[in-house]
């Protein structure tokens, strides 16, 4: 899983990269056979000795690693651990030639432009040589703000950021039968909501992605407090209150005892992710091979997931933790509305693979039964999209999961954008998700287009056909004289590498588009 990216990820001649006639597939090596994820799984778990020190664990140090970096002995090191990742090459659903770029390195950092959500450690168990002797990984640094209200013990100090006016702040009140914690954003909040709230058994974790950074509380509090907990904003003036209830009337001396990194603000990429179990309450069908699965959080969750971001779905299946990133929609495309207070509903449309290995599981999970939710995650922002007066979506597939809530959002509150026009590309008429209401909300909106296009179209199809191709976005992706155009791209790896390409082929540069990536 170690999918190491460059500027020019993957490299010209890496095995990585496909021609266009692939590019409904997802962006992966053909392997020999044998050599799938759960073949590897059931591999690593054989007994055999995959690091070649017997069961040993050692101290590695630099000039020790840097000597294992040959295709027949190859070292990496993530976070401090020293992993024997030869056995896995032929596994590497990227190739070796990825993998090798980390070898004899850290490659904590080179990890995680693509997969820090992965986990690497049930992935590479069985090949741990040791731990680095000396520190290679540089730690994140905390921005912190300033002390905390009274009756909270302030967080350790750290560097100051440049602008401390822009940090984040909190304050608490209480009656005798509530507690109020009061986030000051600082800035406005989209009206999807920010914020995620974890109450269990007497600890409070929230957590506010603003933009690319992360703001949280983590406290121990001083009191009990009913496992509800809800969640209201004042989205214009940056202001979120979360309030709870106490079992029994009574004031409290404090708000409680900080916990690891409480009061602490830094990029989200540099948190650490957090799950919880949510229960999986309905499953609908979409088309012949695609569900929207809906999660329920736990008593005491609010996870308010911002347009754009995903979660990331965990569970262990066959000894090993798994972890697939989603983007969540909405029940329907024009049921998006300001978050609820207390309820937190997650719904996943998901395309069942059969010969996958997470969506298989996911698929087969009955009524009732739970699964780990991490997250919200993802780099997306709506910044750029302030000053647009165009904006162009292309989506393959369940790509279009992004899209739909953004697109609801954009229509919704964002009238300076005159034109929003979706290109949906799909193999066959069958495959197009939610066509019914894209066609609805195309025929009811003057300022949203939508086209399908088709690679494997029947004969009585008359739309366009073909695949994602210069010529099609050169006549789609239109440019009147003193607009601001925005393009995001989403779809299977080989679609957006070959789309992003494309884009900046026709003069969009990196400030005009966004690619997420699942």
Known sequence: MLNIPSQSFPAPSSQQR?????????????????????????FAKSGKDLTGLRGRLIDVTQDELQKHNKREDCWTCIRGMVYNVTPYM?????????LMKAAGIDGTDLFD???????????????????????????????????????????????????????????????????????YAKRKIPSSGCVTVDLKAGTLRVEVLLGKLSYMIHLRLAGEVEENVSVHYAFSVGKIQVTMHKPS??????????????????????????????????KTEVNHNTHVFRLQCPRGTV?????????????????????????????????????????????LMIKVYPDGVFTPYLNSLQIGETISVGGPDGPFSLRPLRDVTHL????????????????????????SISTTKLLFFNKREEDILWRCQLDDLAANEERFQVEYILSEPSDSWSGRKGRVDEPTLSQVL?????????????????????????????????????????
């Open 90 to 98: 032929d596994y590497h659903p990227g190739g070796e030639e990825e």
């Open 18 to 42: 496909v021609s266009p006639s692939g590019q409904s597939g997802r962006n992966k090596v053909a392997l020999k056979p044998g050599h799938s994820l759960m073949d590897w799984i059931r």
């Open 392 to 415: 162009y979506l292309l989506a393959a597939g369940t790509g279009l999961t992004p899209m739909a809530r953004l697109l609801s959002l954009v229509l919704r509150e964002m009238d």
């Open 249 to 282: 009337e009574g004031k409290w001396p404090s708000l409680g005892q900080p916990l690891e990194f409480h009061n602490t603000f830094l990029c989200k990429k540099d948190r650490g992710l957090f799950y919880r179990d949510c229960t999986l309450v309905s």
């Open 113 to 183: 432009q693509v997969h820090r959500w992965v986990n690497y450690e049930s992935m590479l168990k069985e090949c741990l040589v040791g731990r680095m002797a000396t520190k290679v990984a540089t730690p994140a640094k905390a921005i912190i703000p300033p002390p905390s209200p009274s009756g909270l013990a302030p967080p350790a100090a750290g560097p100051p950021p440049p602008n401390k006016d822009s940090r984040p702040r909190y304050d608490w009140f209480q009656t005798d039968a509530t507690v109020h914690l009061v986030v």
């Open 303 to 347: 996870m308010h997931v911002p347009v754009g971001k995903h979660v990331y779905l965990k569970a262990l299946i066959e000894g090993a933790e798994i972890v697939r990133p989603y983007t969540p929609v909405d029940q329907d495309l024009v049921a998006a509305s300001r978050p609820s207070s207390h309820d937190s509903d997650v719904y």
């Open 478 to 518: 239109i440019r009147p004289a003193g607009s601001r155009c925005y393009v995001c791209v989403c779809g299977p790896s080989a679609f957006t590498e070959l789309a992003t390409g494309l884009l900046k082929k026709l003069g969009f540069s990196e400030e005009e588009c966004h690619a997420f990536q699942g």
